[in-house]
């Protein structure tokens, strides 16, 4: 291949409603990658620019029915996705649902009704008011909450796995931050008091604009008291006995993986504490 061909190659994230179109072949699925659209794009078919992957553009774009040749490929849902494609390439296709999702969402202007116009790749301004409107995140929280060596989990009615145990989690109010939605969260969901609430880390959350923050705490008080609407149960569970858990893609399972792979808190009258008075005795 040369060089010139290679620069017209793209790589397209094409989506049918939440499912993406792979390539299949002996090797696996693959994002399509070619010089022309793998289907046809009707003029009005609105298109979003991606950043480049290994400098190969990436555009995106949605197509409303499966075409009728669908040329060696499959639709694949977004979540599925994440086992059979690289981290970048799910990433990348995350981002572009979630933009895709921003752009059907933002075909008026909210002030005045007017038709909004693109500006630049995550931006839009009124052609009436010139309000501008740039790709908005929902952000929530997932909380792992420790008792001495167990950490709460729970079954939550919108779970997709019946048997599934998951973690307290909740979108962020207007107003309010982070840490203060944690204990509302956890207050309004399972009636704990909790304390020492650190942040673990976050994710992207596609699903279909949101993203994930992570925290642990430490349980302080209460009794368990189940949110009926959201929760159809709650316990606290130990490494040696866990219940099914959520799938590796998510942040729930990094935190419950990383409780896993946690050494046991070390027993009273341990060897450190029996150590640090040894210490002390010989100050
Ligand atoms: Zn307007």
Request: charged fraction near 30%; aromatic fraction near 6%.
């Given at each position: 291949m040369n060089r010139d061909m290679e620069q017209e190659l793209t790589y397209w994230f094409v989506f049918i409603g939440n499912s993406i179109v792979l390539e299949c072949d002996e090797k696996g699925y693959h994002v399509p990658c070619s010089a022309e659209p793998p289907f046809q794009m009707k003029e009005w078919t609105p298109t979003?620019?991606?950043?480049?992957?290994?400098?190969?553009?990436?555009m995106a774009y949605s197509i409303s029915m499966p075409p009728s040749d669908m040329k060696g490929m499959q639709t694949i849902g977004l979540r599925e996705s994440w086992a059979l494609l690289p981290q970048a390439f799910y990433n990348a296709a995350g981002k572009a649902s979630e933009l895709l999702y921003w752009d059907s969402n933002t075909k008026y202007c909210g002030m005045c009704g007017a038709p909004m116009k693109r500006t630049t790749a995550i931006s839009k301004q009124c052609t009436n008011c010139g309000k501008e409107v740039w790709p908005q995140v929902s952000p929530a929280i997932i909380v792992r909450i420790h008792k001495g060596d167990d950490i709460l989990l729970v079954h939550a009615k919108n779970f997709r796995r019946s048997e599934m145990y998951g973690l307290v989690a909740g979108f962020v109010e207007t107003g309010e931050t982070l840490e203060e939605c944690v204990k509302r969260e956890v207050y309004e969901e399972v009636g704990l008091e909790i304390e020492n609430i650190q942040y673990f880390g976050s994710?992207?959350?596609p699903y279909p604009c949101g993203i994930m923050i992570g925290f642990t705490a430490n349980y302080v008080g209460g009794k368990l008291r189940l949110q009926e609407e959201e929760l159809s149960n709650a316990n606290w569970f130990n490494r040696d006995n866990l219940p099914p858990i959520?799938?590796?893609?998510?942040?729930?399972?990094?935190?419950?993986?990383?409780?896993i792979a946690e050494k046991r808190p070390?027993?009273?009258n341990s060897t450190i504490n029996s150590t640090k008075l040894q210490n002390n005795e010989n100050n």
């Open positions: 979003q620019e991606l950043p480049p992957i290994d400098h190969i553009p990436c994710q992207p959350w959520p799938d590796k893609m998510s942040i729930a399972r990094r935190l419950i993986d990383d409780y070390i027993k009273e």
